[in-house]
Every structure is written in structure tokens, then in C-alpha cells.
């Protein structure tokens, strides 16, 4: 039994390292992620009936248990300092590091002059926004990870480093250094970062500002799970000390760490002579905003480790290696004005309006400042000198004021007492101010572009410009319009920009947008606090939307990640006349939601299966998408709904749970028994 288990998380151990391997460093992988949930599970079940097979380096213990209150992290020093890098602004400066690394190499060589005619073999990769990390292995274990720090002494942030799903807990090599310190920046890509501004921005009084600050944040954070559940990379950039290693060049050592399962700052160039350095950074400069992360610059290295040695360093800096930074991203500017805009769920935003100030080759002229709890926080005013920054795609916000450089005649900002769009009465919630009237204009712009986005229906012909005109024509008044446009043909017609393709495509868009899966529906109606994960649980939980729609606080607050806040909301919005306004119309116009349901006349219908320990005849997945064909459901977790529990080799801790619910415990033969029926 016990050897049978080894074996098993073995298998699993390397599957799923394998997989996030794949997944993180060569943007492909061999399991889906159903296929990688499923081993992840299998792996945690097997090793809660095992704990004698559970070792440190097993891909379930990334997450440890959260420092105590009010404690703090210990403080340990790097075997070799973290240096800081000589920072460039412009071409001329970075031809003369370069020169004066010509001439520094040549004056202990025979014959000096010709040696300083010879380019040297620069390397370049992007200098990465983030927040830097010093991991420390021992034959081959990560065993300690320190922050920056004063770059003599970090913080031990082991626990939290442990997290990070790409970085190795076990370097995948066969002769690993007996110990090497192996340093890169940790980062949130852009798109998980903007994932989780958006899941925030509702639930947050105070925003994620930027990528860096919120790395920066979380890894300061005394609980690894919350840290785990935020989206880190790391991304490797060098070594510290290293004890039990040869390499001649920073690109053998990039190699190195690849094979060791590192991921490696891209793309990574290399130039005989500095010309080429200045063509990557131009390159990678004009390429800003399509990079999967921040960059702030680029960062070229001497490739040659030998002539590292021999430049050696400064107080401060190495002499081979310098930064070349791009044009930055903030700027300071004058408040002209404070706005209020009205988004889609009636929220109420106050802007800046500014004087246009050119950011990295965009002229801003207004930025975000988040909400009315932060203004006040913050105190921005009318004719203030702020900070802006523009990071990528994300909205322009203010960072910081100027609050020394400020008139002392000026007033603190109030917020606005009613809608600014449609003088509607304003209800506040937390640091938030919302218009509480459905059918504001500004409000219905957002409603509509939000149920046509691709996540929700999907009607392209919905897109926010098109919506402009659609409202400001009165074409639509009310959300419920939407499925009156392909009745009023000549009149979308009238409108610039529609011609017969364009409005045939939307006749058939809408067309298609009438029946669509629970999960989408909800999602699209636009309530408050309801994203697509809660739209995806809450269908799978109702089913139906008639029984979503008559949920009481009880029933809601029983689903996965549905709280308190999130089920009154829910609640006041079915309750609003114009949701069943809206609704009636919907239906009028022939809308049939697609039930979450398993379909009927199965030969297994009305049950519901949860698998626990390993199959023999198939996989679990298998198992899974067998029952489901039959009519019945499925479930990853003990729960009162459950009505069949199979449990193969090793069931753990779900069996004791539905043997303590006295609920019906199958084994495999007996299950596959009842399939067959
Ligand atoms: S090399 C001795 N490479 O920039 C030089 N640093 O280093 C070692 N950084 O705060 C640094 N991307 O965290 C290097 N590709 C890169 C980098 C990089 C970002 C950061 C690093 C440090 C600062 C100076």
C-alpha cells in the first residue's frame, strides 16, 4: 500500500513540476487545467493519508503556515552583497561605460591600444520592474530567500517566496552546487495584474497602484496563503555566491539556471560592441507595452566572466554591467480640475483633469483617483502639482501631491451630493459613492459595453463607440432596448459607420446572445460585487436563474466565495423594478438560458458523484466526464448534495468525511457496475 502510494506521488510530483515547467517557462503545457487540478488533488488526498511521504520539496508544500500577529520577519545576510547598477539615461553615457571599459581592460594587456580598438561581447535583457529576491540553495534545496534589503541584509521572506509557483523548490539539474545564491526580480505580469485590480476594485478601498507596489506589498505579507493566491513570478537574473560551479560567461550561466528550472528574463541578446546594446534598448523601448511585464530599462552585462573579474566593482555598482533606463512613466503635472464619472455599475469616480502632460510618448489629460474615501485620504485639490504615472495599458493615476507647493487659499475637494449625469440621489457603500438609478445614461453606457464584452455575451457589434452613438441617437434608453435594435433597421442604419454587414452582424450577434449559459447571463447582468468566478459558482450552484432569482441571504451566502456583502447585492437587484423590467423584456424577446444542469434522462440523473483516492481503470477525470454524460453531476468536495462517494486507492480524508455523513460509499467495480447498468 504504502510503496504503491510512493510511487504514485512520485508520478504526480514530477507531472505536475513538469507542468508548470512547461507552463512557465515555455508558455505551453501537456495537461490542461482540469488535467493538472485533478493530479493536484490526487496528490494532496494521497499525501494527507500518507504524511510520512510528505517532503519539503513536494509542489503542496509551497504554502506554509502565517507568522503571528504583529511578529516580523528575521533578518539574514547575503553571502555576497546585493549590488545596486549604474543607471543611464542616455546613448552618450552608455558609449562611455562602454569606452571606459575598453580602456580599463586594455591597460593590463601588452598591447594597449590595439586592445581598446577590439568591441567588447556585451549581453542584454530587460531590467525588470519588480522587486528583487536572493534564493539561497543547498545541494540543489531552496532552503532560504532573503529580500533586497539594505543589499548586505534582507528579509528572510522564505515562506512567502515558497508561493511562487515558477520558482524551483529543487534546482532540476543531476549535479547541483553544493550552494549557490540565485537572485531575479519577483513580478505580477501585466495581465494577472490587471485581473486582480479588476477583482479588487470593487471589494478595495485602497487600489493596487501598480504591479511593483503590489509585489512589493505581498511579499511583505505574514500569511504565505493570501501571498499564494496572488499571481508572483520570479524571474532570474544572476547569482551571488556559488560554491561547486564553473562557468565562463553570463550566457552559460543563463543556460545553466534555464536547465535548473529558473525563468529567465526574454528576450536576452547578445552584441559584439555596445551599437547593438543601443538598438535592443531602442527596440525593447518602442515594444514597452507588449511585454508580458514592466520594464523600466534594459540591463547589459560584460558576457565574459573572466573580464567581470577583472573590472571588479565599485563601492556601489559592478563595472560590467550597467542600466540603460527608459524614458519614465511618471510625470508631474497641474490639477485643473476634480470630475465625477459614472462607470457601469453606478459607481462614481473622481478624475483629475489635467494639464496635458506628455507621458513616454502619451499625452495624459486625465487620471484616476480611485475613490472618494482615497481623495480625502490623500487630499488632492484643484491646482495641486501631483505625480502621474501611466504603467502600460493601465488608467493614469495620481501617486503622490505636492502638498508644499500649494496655494493656501485652496479648499479641500467634497464630494459630489448627487449623480452628475442624471442628479439622481447618490448611496454611499465604504470608501464608494453609486448612483442609485439604473437608467442613468452614463451608467447605461456601462452596462451595455459590460453585457456585450466578450466574457459576457459577446456581441461585438456592442462595442463602447457603437454604444455611444446607439444612446446618444435614443435608439436605446434602456438596457432592454438592446433587444429591440433589429426592429428599428433604418434607423441604426441612419447612424455613421452602420451599413447593412455591420447591422446584419449585429441582428446575428444578438441572435445568438439569446441563448446563452447561466454563468454568462449572470455575469452580463452587471451586479455589484458579481464577478466571473461568483457568476460561475453561483450557476453552478442555482441552475436555473428563476431559482438564483429567489435565493434567500441563507442560500447565497452557502456558495463558494459569495459573502454577506456579495448576497445583498444580489438580493437588491432582483428586487429592483427594473431588473424585472428588464427581465420581462428579455424573455419577451425570446431569451432561454441554457441550464447549468447536467441534461435530463440520463440513467444517472439526479445524483451527484465526488471521486476521492486513485482509480485503477481510468483516471479520474475519465470517471468524472463518464458520470456527467449519464446525467448526473459531479463534486470535488464532501457536501450535503453529494450522493455517491467513490473512493479508490487511498482515499484520505473525503472518505472519513462521507462515512461520517453516512452517505453511500462505492468502490470502483461497484461504481463501474452502475454505469454499466
Ligand atoms: S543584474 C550586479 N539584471 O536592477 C548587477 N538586475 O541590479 C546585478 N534588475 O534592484 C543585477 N532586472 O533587482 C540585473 N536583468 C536584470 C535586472 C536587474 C532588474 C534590478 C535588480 C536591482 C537593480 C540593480
Known amino acids: 500500500m504504502t510503496a504503491s502510494a510512493r510511487k504514485r506521488i512520485g508520478e504526480l510530483r514530477k507531472e505536475l513540476e513538469r507542468a508548470s515547467e512547461l507552463y512557465y517557462n515555455h508558455g505551453s503545457s501537456d495537461l490542461s487545467d482540469s488535467d493538472y487540478d485533478a493530479r493536484w488533488a490526487e496528490l494532496v488526498e494521497l499525501e494527507t493519508a500518507h504524511p510520512d511521504l510528505v517532503t519539503p520539496d513536494s509542489p503542496t508544500q509551497r504554502v506554509g503556515a502565517p507568522l503571528p500577529k504583529g511578529s516580523s520577519?528575521?533578518?539574514?545576510?547575503?553571502?555576497?552583497?546585493?549590488?545596486?547598477?549604474?543607471?543611464?539615461?542616455?546613448?552618450?553615457?552608455?558609449?562611455?561605460?562602454?569606452?571606459?571599459?575598453?580602456?580599463?581592460?586594455?591597460?593590463?594587456?601588452?598591447?594597449?591600444?590595439?586592445?581598446?580598438?577590439?568591441?567588447?561581447?556585451?549581453?542584454?535583457?530587460?531590467?525588470?520592474?519588480g522587486v528583487s529576491a536572493n534564493l539561497l540553495y543547498e545541494n540543489g534545496e531552496f532552503v532560504r530567500g532573503l529580500s533586497?534589503?539594505?543589499?548586505?541584509?534582507?528579509?528572510?521572506?522564505?515562506?512567502?517566496?515558497?508561493?511562487?509557483?515558477?520558482?524551483?523548490?529543487?534546482?532540476?539539474i543531476d549535479d547541483p552546487p553544493a550552494r549557490i545564491e540565485v537572485r531575479g526580480e519577483v513580478i505580477m505580469n501585466r495581465d494577472?495584474?490587471?485581473?486582480?485590480?479588476?477583482?479588487?476594485?470593487?471589494?478595495?478601498?485602497?487600489?493596487?497602484?501598480?504591479?511593483?507596489?503590489?509585489?512589493?506589498?505581498?511579499?511583505?505579507?505574514?500569511?504565505?496563503?493570501?501571498?499564494?493566491?496572488?499571481?508572483?513570478?520570479?524571474?532570474?537574473?544572476?547569482?551571488?555566491?556559488?560554491?561547486?560551479?564553473?562557468?565562463?560567461?553570463?550566457?552559460?550561466l543563463r543556460d545553466l539556471l534555464d536547465r535548473s528550472g529558473f525563468t529567465l528574463a526574454t528576450p536576452y541578446e547578445q552584441s559584439e560592441g555596445i551599437d547593438g546594446v543601443v538598438a535592443y534598448r531602442d527596440r525593447l523601448e518602442a515594444d514597452r507595452d507588449e511585454m508580458p511585464y514592466e520594464m523600466d530599462g534594459i540591463v547589459a552585462k560584460l558576457d565574459s566572466v573572466e573580464e567581470q573579474h577583472r573590472l571588479g566593482r565599485t563601492a556601489r555598482a559592478p563595472r560590467w554591467a550597467l542600466a540603460f533606463k527608459f524614458a519614465p512613466r511618471r510625470a508631474t503635472t497641474r490639477v485643473l480640475g476634480i470630475t465625477a464619472q459614472v462607470g457601469r455599475t453606478g459607481k462614481i469616480t473622481p478624475v483629475a483633469e489635467l494639464e496635458p502632460v506628455e507621458i513616454a510618448g502619451v499625452t495624459v489629460r486625465r487620471a484616476t483617483l480611485h475613490n472618494w474615501g482615497l481623495l480625502d485620504e490623500r487630499d488632492v485639490r484643484v491646482d495641486d502639482h501631483v505625480e502621474i504615472e501611466r504603467a502600460g495599458d493601465v488608467i493614469p493615476a495620481v501617486v503622490e501631491v505636492h502638498s508644499d507647493k500649494r496655494d493656501k487659499k485652496s479648499r479641500k475637494q467634497k464630494p459630489p451630493t448627487e449623480c452628475p449625469t442624471c442628479a439622481s440621489a447618490l448611496e454611499p457603500e465604504g470608501a464608494f459613492l453609486y448612483c442609485i438609478n439604473l437608467d442613468c445614461p452614463d451608467q447605461l453606457k456601462g452596462r451595455i459595453v459590460h453585457f456585450a464584452s466578450r466574457r459576457a455575451l459577446d456581441i461585438r457589434r456592442l462595442g463602447e463607440k457603437y454604444v455611444d452613438q446607439l444612446i446618444d441617437a435614443g435608439l436605446v434608453k434602456r438596457l432592454e432596448d438592446v433587444y429591440t435594435l433589429p426592429d428599428r433597421k433604418a434607423e441604426v442604419l441612419a447612424l455613421d459607420r452602420w451599413g447593412e454587414k455591420s447591422y446584419d452582424n449585429l441582428v446575428e450577434e444578438l441572435d445568438r446572445a439569446k441563448s446563452p449559459p447561466l454563468a454568462k447571463f449572470v455575469l452580463a447582468l452587471g451586479i455589484r460585487h458579481v464577478g466571473e468566478q461568483t457568476a460561475k459558482d453561483l450557476a453552478d450552484e442555482f441552475d436555473t436563474l428563476d431559482a438564483l432569482r429567489n435565493a434567500d441571504e441563507e442560500a447565497l451566502v452557502g456558495v463558494h466565495g459569495v459573502g454577506e456583502e456579495v448576497a445583498a447585492s444580489l438580493i437588491h437587484f432582483f428586487a429592483l423594478e427594473e431588473t424585472g423590467r428588464f427581465l420581462d423584456a428579455a424573455f419577451a424577446a425570446g431569451l432561454?438560458?441554457?441550464?447549468?444542469?447536467?441534461?435530463?434522462?440520463?440513467?444517472?440523473?439526479?445524483?451527484?458523484?465526488?471521486?476521492?483516492?486513485?482509480?485503477?481503470?481510468?483516471?479520474?477525470?475519465?470517471?468524472r466526464a463518464l458520470v456527467e454524460e449519464h446525467g448526473a453531476r459531479t463534486s470535488s468536495s464532501i457536501t450535503k448534495k453529494v450522493t455517491h462517494v467513490v473512493a479508490g486507492e487511498g482515499a484520505g480524508s473525503k472518505l472519513a468525511?462521507?462515512?461520517?455523513l453516512g452517505l453511500e460509499v462505492l468502490t470502483e467495480d461497484e461504481f463501474l457496475e452502475i454505469v454499466e447498468r
Open 192 to 252: 494577472a495584474f490587471a485581473r486582480l485590480q479588476a477583482e479588487s476594485e470593487t471589494t478595495q478601498d485602497t487600489p493596487f497602484r501598480n504591479a511593483r507596489n503590489t509585489v512589493a506589498g505581498t511579499l511583505k505579507l505574514l500569511d504565505p496563503r493570501t501571498v499564494a493566491r496572488r499571481p508572483l513570478d520570479f524571474i532570474c537574473f544572476g547569482i551571488g555566491h556559488a560554491e561547486g560551479l564553473e562557468v565562463a560567461s553570463h550566457s552559460e
Open 657 to 660: 468525511k462521507a462515512e461520517k
Open 73 to 129: 520577519f528575521d533578518k539574514a545576510d547575503h553571502l555576497v552583497p546585493m549590488l545596486s547598477i549604474e543607471s543611464l539615461t542616455n546613448e552618450e553615457e552608455v558609449r562611455e561605460f562602454d569606452a571606459r571599459a575598453r580602456k580599463s581592460l586594455a591597460s593590463d594587456d601588452d598591447e594597449e591600444e590595439e586592445r581598446e580598438e577590439a568591441p567588447l561581447h556585451w549581453v542584454a535583457e530587460p531590467k525588470l520592474d
Open 592 to 623: 432561454s438560458i441554457e441550464s447549468s444542469a447536467a441534461p435530463a434522462g440520463g440513467s444517472l440523473d439526479g445524483m451527484t458523484f465526488c471521486f476521492t483516492g486513485g482509480m485503477t481503470r481510468m483516471t479520474r477525470d475519465a470517471a
Open 148 to 172: 533586497r534589503g539594505d543589499g548586505t541584509t534582507g528579509e528572510d521572506i522564505t515562506q512567502n517566496l515558497r508561493t511562487i509557483r515558477n520558482l524551483p523548490l529543487r534546482l532540476a
